[in-house]
């Protein structure tokens, strides 16, 4: 069973703050989703990284994938309070099976 | 972007009734089709895998008999929550995959379930 590990699982900041979200597990993945989820929607997905050490940035938000392809984190700069969610690493296998593992969710609350 | 519509969006029903949950991708064909359970602030937890045309996949744990799932076509899929008791409520959500072997889901906005 692949396990992805987010940490940390709450977290509650002031407007203007930084933060970073960490995703780890002890498999390697072909490739990684960030997803941001708000209460009572479906999952949104923010980016995927696919290649090792690979860096994305979307405005405040940046996103990295480790050399290994085994965790990932993404960073917040001056978060705002429309950060505010419930944030999902995803990690996707190679093969046929093509299926996502989920991470176990980190809820982010930024106050204004 | 493509558009994944989950139906109903909230339902009550009391103990011992059925309930169904449809899930259709607008703009493009699903051969698969992902359905999750999840519970507040907490993550997604995979339910079964539906393939369109043939039997869906099952995680270990989900109860086959309680939570059928209908593939009938490339953009529809339902899950069937059978004889419902208030410890199946929870937050349903539905993905599907765009292409074969893609790895891009598209998600519907959840059904939250409560069974009285």
């Known amino acids: 069973t692949q396990l992805l590990e987010q940490s940390p699982q709450f977290l509650s900041i002031q407007e203007g703050e930084n933060l970073t979200v960490y995703c780890n597990s002890s498999?390697?993945?072909?490739?990684l989703q960030w997803y941001r989820q708000e209460p009572g929607e479906g999952p949104v997905l923010l980016v995927t990284?696919?290649?090792?050490?690979e860096v994305k940035k979307l405005k405040r938000l940046t996103f990295q994938f480790g050399d290994a392809r085994k965790d990932s984190s993404l960073h917040i700069t001056a978060a705002q309070p429309g950060d505010t969610g419930l944030y999902l690493c995803?990690?996707?296998?190679?093969?046929?099976?093509?299926?996502?593992?989920f991470g176990s969710g980190t809820q982010l609350t930024v106050l204004p | 972007g493509a558009v994944v519509s989950q139906h109903p969006s909230r339902v009550i029903c009391k103990s011992g009734t059925s309930v169904k949950i449809e899930c259709r991708s607008l703009?493009?064909?699903?051969?698969?089709m992902f359905w999750y359970r999840q519970f507040p602030k907490k993550s997604l937890m995979l339910m079964a895998t539906?393939?369109?045309?043939?039997?869906?996949?099952?995680e270990q744990g989900v109860e086959k008999d309680k939570f059928l799932i209908n593939h009938a076509s490339l953009t529809l899929s339902t899950l069937t929550v059978t004889s419902a008791h208030p410890e199946d409520s929870s937050f349903y959500i539905c993905?599907?995959?765009?292409?074969?072997?893609?790895?891009?889901?598209?998600f519907g906005s959840g059904t939250q379930l409560s069974v009285l």
């Open positions: 993905s599907a995959r765009w292409g074969h072997s893609s790895e891009k889901l598209f």
């Open positions: 498999s390697v993945f072909s490739s």
């Open positions: 990284v696919v290649t090792g050490g």
């Open positions: 995803a990690g996707a296998t190679s093969g046929s099976a093509r299926q996502l593992t």
């Open positions: 703009d493009f064909q699903a051969t698969t």
């Open positions: 539906s393939n369109e045309g043939s039997k869906a996949t099952y």
